[in-house]
């Protein structure tokens, strides 16, 4: 007596069609994972992160109000319109921003964060203070999506 193990047919569609599904998941086959849309490369991320802060940080030295809110995400303008020339605003009158560096740039929870180093000088009197700063892309273009005091600690020295 011969016994045969024939499969149903809905097992051999559901077998046919799995190759088909992990292609469209991106699992098997499709672009490269950079070539993603919405994806940027890690270095495209550190270079648009790096141009919009120090953009920013160079329009705080020329007190140049547009060309830092410019550089920022649409839904902090108003907020950055009320604050930025206040008594503690980044372009406030009575200070002058003499220095500025950034120090540190790397993926964060909600974008690229960047710790900068900022000397300012009111009268006679000057300190060095951290701003962290997180860049993300919106649509087409990345913007300053956060500011805070603070600034991360220098990575650690890679070990031979």
Not at 58 to 72: E, H, I
Not at 113 to 118: G, Y
């Amino acid at each position: 007596m011969r016994v045969r193990n024939r499969r149903p047919p809905s097992v051999i569609a559901l077998l046919a069609t799995v190759p088909l599904a992990l292609v469209g998941c991106g699992l098997v086959g499709g672009e490269p994972e950079a070539e993603q849309p919405g994806r940027a490369p890690a270095e495209e991320a550190t270079l648009k992160s790096r141009e919009r802060v120090q953009a920013y940080l160079d329009a705080m030295t020329a007190k140049d109000v547009a060309a830092g809110r410019s550089q920022l995400c649409a839904v902090l303008h108003e907020a950055f319109d009320a604050a930025a020339t206040e008594a503690n605003g980044d372009f406030a009158d009575h200070f002058e921003v003499s220095k500025s560096e950034i120090t540190d740039i790397r993926p964060g929870p909600s974008g690229q964060e960047v710790s900068t180093a900022i000397t300012v000088t009111v009268g006679k009197k000057k300190a060095t203070r951290p701003l962290l700063f997180t860049v993300t892309r919106d649509g087409l273009d990345w913007c300053i999506s956060d500011e805070r005091p603070g600034a991360h600690s220098p990575a650690p020295a890679p070990t031979p």
